[in-house]
């Protein structure tokens, strides 16, 4: 997560959207910077809400606005998937090694998901909350472009974006008309949300 006190704005780490390029790109421009733990790094709307947004307030944070960005649901699940290959995951439960990204999704589509395809949900990391507190800009993860424009104009800056935390090119990411189907339904909250996205 990222503060920009001045210019009245946080950006929301979503995972797998990019976000740890902009941390780094953006990291002097910040008033602050939540690398650690993750629960905090990638607060979503409802966590922000609960523990930063009142402490924002009593500060004079009543005008934040939030910024997040999200990706197209099936992409996003496929950067899971290769990010869950990693050496470092092997033999560990949350490993997607030797498995194929079909029988991942089937296995997040499911009502008892397992360890390696509990990942979350998009929709849900966005979610306004009863009182009101919503993302003001919400980006599509395929629309850089756009993205980074409206940060230049925002923070007043131009940015280098470098390539970080990027999932390792290993595995089919193929799907059966089938189980491209079922997350289609499964998701249907995450692809509206991305369609709303600009």
């Known amino acids: 997560m990222l503060v920009f006190w001045k210019q009245r704005l946080v950006m ?17 421009q ?3 910077v939540v690398n650690d733990p993750p629960e905090l790094k990638h607060a979503p709307v409802y966590r922000y809400n609960r523990f930063f947004r009142p402490m924002f307030e009593k500060v004079g944070g009543e005008d ?3 910024l ?8 996003w699940l496929g950067s899971w998937y290769r990010y869950r290959q990693r050496g470092f995951l092997e033999g560990k439960r ?10 991942f999704c089937r ?3 499911s009502d008892d998901r397992p360890p390696f395809a509990n990942v979350g949900s998009q929709a849900k990391f966005v979610e306004p909350r009863p009182n009101g507190v919503s993302v003001s ?4 993860y395929e629309n850089q ?8 104009q925002r923070l007043g800056c131009t940015i280098d974006l470098p390539r970080e935390n990027v999932s390792p090119h290993r595995g089919d990411l193929e799907l059966s008309a089938d189980t491209r189907a079922l997350l289609h339904d499964y998701c249907a909250e995450d692809f509206a949300t991305w369609e709303r996205a600009r």
Do not use: C, N, Q, W
Not at 12 to 28: F, N, R
């Open 12 to 28: 929301l780490a979503v995972p797998k959207t990019g976000t740890s390029a902009y941390a780094v790109a953006l990291a002097d």
């Open 30 to 32: 910040a008033s602050m």
């Open 64 to 66: 934040l606005e939030l």
């Open 68 to 75: 997040a960005v999200i990706r197209e649901p099936v992409s």
């Open 94 to 103: 949350t490993s997607t090694r030797g498995m194929s990204f079909d029988a």
């Open 107 to 109: 296995a997040y589509a």
């Open 137 to 140: 800009h919400l980006f599509k």
């Open 145 to 152: 472009a756009g993205l980074l424009a409206f940060l230049e």
